[in-house]
């Protein structure tokens, strides 16, 4: 007997005139409902890259034909490294060159670093194009292709220049997930955990509990681990979407793992395997700061352990942690803030003593 098909769900982002909805499925990128009803236009532009465009350009362009007479395409080189000035160009210099207008759709068929520079392309050109997101990995499904956060890095920072820009849509095909390679579906887990700790504790039960099926990439287990990650970021964002205060909570482990990221060099480590380690080692400042007990860092390690990511991080040298965690967005006055657990379920923004932190360093990386 073949098991029942997945129904398609829906996660509405609520954001006034502003509201979209995520799409999560399989087979999403061939149902002509996935591509229906969005803004009309004369032209498209699929902005892609080397890995992703010669699974899924083709598929996507078909149906994006029935909508639009013209259909343009970029293909990007595929890498953190490359989320770029270079690269933000490209899609520039395309969408000028092919006398693209106002009211011209940008879709981003890739994972977080096309979704981003996409979304940013779309922000800024014509002071503001619609945009797609059709993420094709786990980490983008569950977290960059929500929320409007589009950006490129600077070679000082991470994700220093970019803006808040809703896409239209999110169409998120588990199938893709299927030629994702191991290292990525482990990176996409980091963001997954992420949310159990910050705002949902019986979250973080079942992901124990299913990591095994969501690493053999079970379609139900996926179908859920997306649909519930979609939910508390739609909860979160739809409270504070340009991140006054409650949306810095999805930044846990992030102050640490963008100073691996950018203190490695981009593309050294990805986005993911960086927020693993910085959960590891923002969940030992929770503990050493207070209340959480020492078991929490022993659960998380685990966890991020059994999901593949790197639990210990490169021996940078604490000055040039500190050095680069002051550049961090959520950094005030020069003063490093970090998103620590207070309860299970329950993050907020801390200071900490570069005591503490150094401890916390030593302790983690190697
Ligand atoms: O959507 C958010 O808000 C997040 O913080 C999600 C993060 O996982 C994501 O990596 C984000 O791009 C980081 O944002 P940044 O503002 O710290 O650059
Ligand atoms: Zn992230």
């Not at 999403?28 to 010669?54: C, F, H, M, R, Y």
């Not at 287990?221 to 504070?240: H, M, P, T």
Request: with cysteine.
């Amino acid at each position: 007997m073949s098991a029942s098909p997945l129904p398609v769900i829906t996660v509405p982002i609520a954001l006034d005139e502003r509201s979209y909805d995520i799409l999560i499925a399989p087979g999403l990128l061939d149902a002509a409902s996935s591509w229906q009803g969005l803004p009309k236009a004369a032209s498209a532009l699929i902005v892609s890259n080397e890995t992703v465009a010669p699974l899924y350009l083709e598929r996507v362009r078909a149906q994006l034909g029935r909508h639009y007479a013209r259909i343009e395409t970029v293909v990007l080189p595929d890498g953190e490294q490359h989320k770029d000035w270079a690269s933000l160009n490209a899609i520039i210099d395309k969408l000028l060159s092919t006398a693209s207008d106002r009211k011209t759709v940008l879709v981003a068929l890739g994972g977080g670093v096309i979704g981003d520079m996409t979304g940013f392309a779309a922000a800024i050109y014509m002071r503001g194009v619609p945009f797609v997101q059709v993420p094709t990995t786990l980490l983008s499904q569950v977290d960059s292709s929500v929320g409007g956060k589009t950006a490129i890095n600077h070679p000082l920072g991470k994700n220093m220049v970019g803006a808040f820009y809703q896409p239209q849509r999110v169409i998120a095909d588990l199938d893709t997930l299927d030629t994702l390679p191991p290292r990525e579906l482990s990176a996409g887990l980091a963001e997954v955990i992420k949310y159990g700790p910050i705002a949902d504790a019986a979250f973080l039960d079942w992901i124990e509990a299913n990591l095994n099926a969501l690493l053999a990439r079970d379609k139900a287990a996926l179908a859920y681990a997306v649909q519930r990650s979609c939910e508390i970021k739609a909860w979160v964002v739809g409270q504070d979407e340009r991140e006054s205060g409650i949306r810095a909570i999805l930044n846990f482990g992030h102050t640490f793992g963008h100073a691996i990221e950018t203190g490695m060099g981009y593309g050294e480590w990805l986005h993911g395997e960086a927020v693993g380690c910085g959960m590891v080692m923002a969940a030992e400042l929770s503990v050493r700061l207070g209340p959480m007990p020492a078991e929490f860092a022993a659960r998380m390690r685990r966890l991020i352990e059994r999901a593949g990511l790197p639990v210990v991080g490169p021996k940078l040298g604490t000055e040039r942690y500190l050095e680069l965690m002051r550049v961090d967005k959520k950094a005030e006055g020069g003063e490093i803030r970090f998103v620590l657990i207070e309860a299970m379920g329950r993050a907020g923004m801390h200071s900490a003593p570069d005591a503490l932190v150094a401890e916390v360093l030593d302790h983690c990386t190697a």
